[in-house]
């Protein structure tokens, strides 16, 4: 008994400790054997003999038993230590992206004109002279092409200084009626506060039958475009020239940031310019064999819609790639 017990007590893992409980308590084990001497005491001794051996099995089991919940315990203590996640630990940074301004701007511009129906077209960085400026009733030797600080290729190609010429691109692949925008990036010979080589126009052209369009529709769209954009503004049509609309205007709103009042930001005018627009010159029309149409242009910068809209005071900042100055516009 004492040896058993010794036995037990000395076990330290429990693959031995299953080893052993077959060895002692099982079908051929050593208790099993003992209890088989039964049939050969005497009767008068069974009684004594039976019930000493099992006391002695009870003893052996709860020996058993409290060593078996000890190596458990300490198996149980093993695993939770091994497998423990240490919730202070720092984890990855996942840094959450957001649009640039200058998209987000433009997104929202495209958003007002898809609702009306308008098609979002598209065309080429690099243009040819006749798209870019002829086609628009710019020709060569026009004064009206030094507006614009082209960037030329060796071949005369060129970066596209505006947005137009994928009026002219949409109109020679489609007949009218036409109502479409054209987003994208442009092209000038240009660095300050508020000028970058490389910005963003959405252009827009709107052409039906004669008589159908007509610049009563052109001040319609854009007031309340403008209105989408900027809030409760007074909205001001300024007669100006552009080669490829006549007659033209300029657009401007009721200064965003002291109500007209005059400050800074509007040059103590109360007005800001936003937009080009007018009603499309019949020599574009020509350029593209348009016939018996009428219709009205607009153009505008995306980059001084975002700079308005968020007040950001130098557009270069914009485009410097410094994630810090990004983020603020989440
Ligand atoms: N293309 C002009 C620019 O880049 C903007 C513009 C003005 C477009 C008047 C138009 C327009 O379609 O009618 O400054």
Known sequence: MEELKKKIEEIKSLEDL?????????????????FAKLKDIPPAEKKDFAKGLNDKKAALTKIFE????????????????????????????????????????????????????????SGPLVEDD???FEALNLPKNHPARDMQDTFFFKDKNLLR????????????????????????????????????????????????????????????????????????????FRPSFFPFTEPSTEVDISCIFCEGKGCRVCSHTGWLEVLGSGVVDPNVFKAVGYEDVSGYAFGLGVERFAMLLHKIPDLRSLFEGDIRLLEQFR
């Open 130 to 132: 006749f798209t870019n």
């Open 18 to 34: 299953e080893k052993v409980r077959v060895e002692i308590f099982g079908k051929k084990g050593i208790l099993a054997a003992e």
């Open 66 to 121: 409290d060593i078996k919940n000890l190596l458990e315990q300490e198996a149980l203590n093993k695993r939770l230590k091994s497998e423990a996640i240490d919730v202070s630990l720092y984890g990855y940074e996942l840094k959450k992206g957001s649009l640039h301004p200058v998209m987000e701007t433009m997104d929202k511009i495209i958003d007002y004109f898809a609702t009306l129906n308008f098609s979002v077209e």
């Open 161 to 236: 200084t505006h947005t137009s010429p994928v009026q002219i691109r949409t109109m020679l692949k489609q007949k009218p009626p036409i109502r479409m925008i054209a987003p994208g990036a442009v092209f000038r010979r240009d660095y300050d506060l508020t000028h970058t080589p490389m910005f963003h126009q959405v252009e827009g052209l709107v052409v039906g039958k004669k008589g159908e369009v007509s610049f009563a529709n052109l001040k319609f769209i854009l007031e309340d475009f403008l209105r989408y954009m900027f809030g409760d503004v007074k909205v001001r």
